[in-house]
């Protein structure tokens, strides 16, 4: 059944997302975490991300007002918080932040207020370029880091996805 684009989403249930990103062309696995935690799971460009579930909606269990989108790599040696600033001072829409050895990009979607499906879906459009462009931009701003700072050696780093491919 495909989403009506009339109506409006008040709030997120992973079915009606599934089906919105289905449409997109996105593969969507759902899956159950250890912890309990549902979450949809899908790749772009290579890179696996995850949907989390974010504000309880005031409809009840698995209801939400936003979710999280997260893409997260795997750092190996050392990362310059130069590229992470770099990333957060010249994108908007998502933010790109260290935690540990993982490099982490999130974006939030909101649905607070009552949104189109057409709004949702951009906001996935837009969160599919940024992974998209994650990659080039990695490289381009590791290579402008290393050049400038050769006495140091930041991440001749190979980030490697560490989130499991969607099936």
Not at 61 to 84: I, N, P, T
């Amino acid at each position: 059944m495909a989403i009506d684009p009339n109506v409006p989403f008040l709030d997120i249930d992973f079915d009606r997302l599934t089906e919105l990103l289905q449409q997109q062309g996105y593969r969507v696995e759902r899956v159950t975490e250890p912890s309990g935690r549902e979450v949809l799971r899908s790749a772009t460009g290579g890179l696996a991300f995850e949907i989390q579930g974010g504000s309880p909606a005031p409809a009840g269990a698995g209801r939400y007002l936003d979710v999280r989108c997260v893409a997260a790599l795997k750092v190996e040696g050392e990362l310059s918080f130069v590229v992470v600033n770099a990333w957060n001072d010249s994108r908007r829409y998502a933010r790109m932040l260290r935690h540990g050895d993982m490099l982490v990009l999130t974006q939030d979607v909101s649905v607070a207020g009552g949104v189109l499906p057409a709004h949702v879906a951009t906001q996935f459009t837009l969160w599919d370029r940024l992974v998209q462009d994650l990659p080039s931009f990695l490289r381009t701003e590791i290579a402008r880091v290393t050049s400038r700072a050769p006495s140091t050696r930041p991440a001749a780093a190979t980030v490697a996805e560490a989130a499991a491919p969607a099936a």
